[in-house]
Each structure stands twice: as structure tokens, then as C-alpha cells.
């Protein structure tokens, strides 16, 4: 159990386009999603935390209004990246908790890799 | 600030030996770590975790110490196979709820 599945696994656009990335809790209720960004050979960096419900919460440096974070159900959560660029390539990782769990009982996502040209 | 850093970011080790991928981590107010794998192109996936009220757990070949003393944190591979090779993270749980990830050890092993 506890699978987190992540649409579309890499996806690439042109500068200046918006891409949506879907991340799903398949076989549980996910109250709280995580989304990461992880550059090549680089640590998994924290973007935002996304509560099912309410308004993302963005880390120091991460841009709101190009970075947008839907978590609609508990099910679900989705990051737009708005007005994309080549600096915004990278891999997007996906964590979701259980409702109910521990916050850092965290089951992550297969990635999904951007790449803007 | 808070920080997570490994000691080693490559390791090559033969098929059969143990692994030692270290950590060290700065926030002595965290109180639980896990350590990750991922492979090329996926998500982590969960290994083994360990409270700071703990010095050691062991899993199925794998084994994390922690000191508290030194701020420092292991993850021990027994008889490691080549499909262990992978990157290893070490996480932090902290105070701010997050998960602050170290910056990743390459594991190669050698046939």
C-alpha cells in the first residue's frame, strides 16, 4: 500500500508555456502533499507543503504565483508551472502523508522530469 | 541554520562487502531521520528511520546508528549487491516539520 503515482512522468515544453504536473495518493487519503525539486546531482529541495483544502505553503524563495499548487481532494494535488523556462528544468518529486499518519512518514512519487526549451 | 551534509559523496565498494554511507546533520532539536534510496530517474524510497531517543535500529541488511553526541548519523549495508547501487539520502525531521535532505551519497557497486 501507500502509492503515490505522479502524470505525466516527464514532460517537455517551450519557453514561456504552462505545465501541469498531477500528483495522486492511489490506495490512501492524503490530507498533506509535499512537493519537491530536485536539480542533477542535487538534493531533494523542498517547494511547498500542500494541505487538502487550503492554501499552499511556499518555501523562502519559491516564486507563489509561478509555482501554483492545487490540492483539491485528498487525493489529489497538482503543480503548475507557470510561464516556464529553461531554469525551471529539473525533476518534481511528489511526497504525500496519510491522514491521520505522521507528517514525516512520507510516501514519495516516481518524479517527473521537465525539461523547458 | 539547519543543515544535513554527508561525508562521502561517492562510494564504490565490491559485491559481498559492507557499506557505511555517513551523515551529519546540525539540528539537535530533530528528533527523527530517515534514510532514502533512489535510483536513477525515480522518487526515493524509504530504507530505514530511527527516533533521537534511539542509537540503533536494524532493518533486513541494513542498520542506522545514531550519535547524538556528534551530531552524526550512518546506514549500514551488510553483503551489499549491485542493485543496491543508488544514491543514499539522509533526512531530517525537524522542528519546522519538514524533511531537510542531506546532499546524497553515490553507492557504486562493483560486480
Known amino acids: 500500500g501507500a502509492v503515490v503515482s505522479q502524470h505525466p512522468s516527464w514532460v517537455i515544453c517551450k519557453s514561456g508555456t504552462s505545465v501541469k504536473i498531477e500528483c495522486r495518493s492511489l490506495?490512501?487519503?492524503?490530507?498533506?502533499m509535499f512537493w519537491y525539486r530536485q536539480f542533477p546531482k542535487q538534493s531533494l529541495m523542498l517547494m511547498a507543503t500542500?494541505?487538502?483544502?487550503?492554501?499552499?505553503?511556499?518555501e523562502q524563495g519559491v516564486e507563489k504565483d509561478k509555482f501554483l499548487i492545487n490540492h483539491a481532494s485528498l487525493t489529489l494535488s497538482t503543480l503548475t508551472v507557470t510561464s516556464a523556462h529553461p531554469e525551471d528544468s529539473s525533476f518534481y518529486i511528489c511526497?504525500?502523508?496519510?491522514?491521520?499518519?505522521?507528517?514525516?512518514?512520507?510516501?514519495f512519487g516516481p518524479g517527473t522530469r521537465l525539461t523547458v526549451t | 541554520g539547519e543543515s544535513v551534509g554527508l561525508h562521502l559523496p561517492t562510494l564504490s565498494v565490491q559485491e559481498g562487502d559492507n557499506s557505511i554511507i555517513n551523515c551529519a546533520y546540525s539540528?539537535?532539536?530533530?528528533?527523527?531521520f530517515i534514510w532514502y534510496k533512489q535510483e536513477s530517474g525515480k522518487g526515493p524510497q524509504f530504507i530505514i528511520d530511527?527516533?533521537?531517543?534511539?542509537d540503533k535500529r536494524q532493518g533486513q541488511r541494513v542498520t542506522v546508528l545514531l550519535n547524538k553526541t556528534v551530531k552524526h548519523l550512518s546506514l549500514q549495508i551488510a553483503a551489499t549487491q549491485p542493485g543496491d547501487s543508488a544514491v543514499y539520502f539522509c533526512?531530517?525531521?525537524?522542528?519546522?516539520?519538514?524533511?531537510?535532505f542531506g546532499k546524497g551519497t553515490l553507492l557504486t557497486v562493483n560486480p
Open positions: 511526497s504525500a502523508t496519510r491522514s491521520g499518519g505522521a507528517s514525516y512518514e512520507q510516501y
Open positions: 490506495d490512501f487519503q492524503a490530507t498533506t
Open positions: 500542500s494541505n487538502e483544502g487550503s492554501k499552499a505553503t511556499y
Open positions: 539540528n539537535s532539536a530533530s528528533d527523527y
Open positions: 530511527i527516533r533521537s531517543n534511539m
Open positions: 533526512a531530517e525531521w525537524g522542528s519546522n516539520y519538514k524533511l531537510t
